[in-house]
């Protein structure tokens, strides 16, 4: 891979994470999925996670098909970021009224971007780079 492939896979995700978690994530998502503990919250962010999955499908299909499998993990652990950052928003009781809510937020966003970065690494290595 060249250096201007890896840029333009590094934005792929970026565009990815801007879209699935911003333009394609619906209210219901955003505030239902913050209930982790009823049924409702899970199912939304089942849904969530499984728009992030596709997104990263289709990167992954773009940039190295074989590496499918991507979409799947990105489920699973965009899944537990989501998840484990709802849980301690719901049990300390943090809203976006709380500094302690919207540090969570950003380590949620940093850890999705790391994970992007997990997933450019492996692509990259895939590739022979």
């Not at 009823?38 to 999955?53: D, F, Q, T, V």
């Amino acid at each position: 891979m060249t250096l201007l492939s890896i840029l333009v896979l590094y934005l792929a995700f970026r565009l990815k994470q801007l879209v699935c978690d911003f333009f394609l994530q619906s209210s219901w998502m955003a505030l239902a999925k913050g209930q982790p503990e009823n049924k409702e919250g899970s199912k939304a962010l089942l849904y969530h996670a499984g728009i992030h999955a596709a997104g990263t499908l289709i990167v992954a299909l773009i940039f190295a098909p074989g590496l499918w499998w991507l979409g799947a993990v990105d489920l699973v652990v965009h899944a537990l970021i989501d998840k484990t950052k709802a849980t301690l928003n719901h049990k300390k009781g943090w809203t976006y009224k709380d500094n302690a809510y919207w540090w969570a937020f950003g380590i949620d966003q940093e850890l999705h971007n790391l994970t992007h970065l997990a997933y450019i690494v492996v692509i990259v290595l895939h590739s022979g780079a």
